[in-house]
């Protein structure tokens, strides 16, 4: 497909996947999910902080535990959404395992960091073929 002319037909108002068929004929289709299982949600657009609470704290607390059971130095933490003292203590330490700013904030490169050894520790990877 050549960058031009699909540049040209999306200025003449073509979808992408009208694009695609263009170039490859009408067989192609998009296959869409609603949410896929397994894999970590993504960045919240916001740093997680002391006061912090629902799901994204709740989802980060919860890989930060599964990842104290390889690294032990991490404390385990209620899940519970909320973000107190003992998850900025978890994250801190976390931070300092792993070679980060210790601040205690989730801020992006800390989220994308657990997210990361998560998928590493609990082999999400593996699973999903």
């Known amino acids: 497909m050549t960058q031009w002319g699909s540049k040209y037909l999306g200025d003449q108002g073509y979808t992408p996947i ?14 869409t999910a609603e949410q896929i299982s397994g894999i970590p949600a993504s960045w919240p657009g916001h740093d997680l902080t002391i006061g912090s609470t629902g799901d ?10 599964r990842i ?14 909320s973000f ?4 900025a203590d978890a994250v801190r330490t976390f931070q ?8 205690g904030i989730v801020d992006y ?6 997210s990361e050894i998560y ?11």
């Open 18 to 31: 009208e694009i695609l068929r263009y170039y490859y004929g009408e067989s192609i289709y998009i296959n």
């Open 56 to 65: 994204k704290v709740r989802q980060m607390q919860e890989q930060l535990n």
């Open 68 to 81: 104290a059971k390889d690294y032990p130095s991490i404390p385990t933490i209620p899940v519970d959404g």
């Open 84 to 87: 107190g003292q003992q998850t």
């Open 96 to 103: 300092n395992v792993f070679g980060l700013g210790q601040t």
């Open 109 to 114: 490169p800390t989220w994308y960091k657990i």
């Open 119 to 129: 998928v590493a520790v609990s082999r999400i990877a593996e699973l999903n073929p």
